[in-house]
Structures are given as structure tokens and as C-alpha cells.
């Protein structure tokens, strides 16, 4: 793994800002967006689920628990590619779902930690100068 791609894992939450296709069969049946960490459970996030398709039925079985335990489930991360398919997921409601272990991982060395102190500080700078 390059240096570049181990900190971008790093920028984005460990890959949760990127969001996540959720597959069954290589078929893509939902995306997982909008990551917030949930202050209820501790080590889980809540993402929004937006549907792929407009088949009803398949609209309604994201909505079920049983969808979101199935072992055949993959979750393929939206800017890296990475697939990962030992998830826990559990609907909270029919546009949310909560899940963990849902991240990506990269090792990152005393180097790459510099880095990426200096990339974070200079996103700061830029955002508050406008530049």
C-alpha cells in the first residue's frame, strides 16, 4: 500500500466518509452514506441507506433485519475499492442503518504521521484564509 493511499485512509475516517456499496452477488443494491458515529452504542456508526433500484421488494428488504444478517452481504468501500464482508448491521429505521467494523485499515508510520499532521494543518490554513 503507497504512503498517498494510507493517508487518504487516515483522511477519511478509515474510509467511512467515502461511503460504501452494499452487494449481494456482485449486484449493488444500496449505498451508505452520510457516516455520523452513534452516541447510543459505543464503536458503532449510523449511515443513510439510499437505494440502487426501484424494485419495490428489494427497497423493503433493506429495511429488514434479516437483509443486513446475511452472510453473502459485501460492503465495497466508494473510493477505494476494498471489499469487506464481516460487518454487524442492523437497521434503526428505513433510511438508517447501524453497523460496525465497517472500516478500512492501513498502518501508518511515524512518517506517515507527520504527513499527515502537516496535510491536516495545511486543509486548516487553506479553509481559513479562503486560499
Known amino acids: 500500500m503507497t504512503r498517498e493511499t494510507r493517508l487518504r485512509i487516515a483522511e477519511t475516517n478509515w474510509g467511512r466518509d467515502c461511503g460504501w456499496f452494499v452487494e449481494v452477488g456482485g449486484q449493488r443494491l444500496a449505498v451508505l452514506t452520510d457516516c455520523a458515529w452513534d452516541s447510543i452504542a459505543q464503536f458503532w456508526f449510523v449511515y443513510r441507506v439510499t437505494p440502487l433500484t ?3 421488494g428489494v427497497r423493503q ?8 444478517q446475511r452472510p453473502d452481504v459485501t460492503y465495497r468501500n466508494r473510493e477505494f475499492d476494498a471489499v469487506i464482508s464481516q460487518v454487524v448491521a442492523v437497521p434503526q429505521s428505513d433510511s438508517h442503518v447501524r453497523v460496525r467494523f465497517l472500516n478500512l485499515s492501513a498502518t501508518l508510520s511515524p512518517l506517515d504521521k507527520i504527513f499527515l499532521w502537516f496535510r491536516k494543518r495545511r486543509l486548516r490554513l487553506t479553509t481559513y484564509t479562503g486560499r
Do not use: A, K, N, V
Open 61 to 68: 428488504m433493506l429495511s429488514t433485519e434479516e437483509f443486513w
Open 54 to 56: 426501484d424494485d419495490s
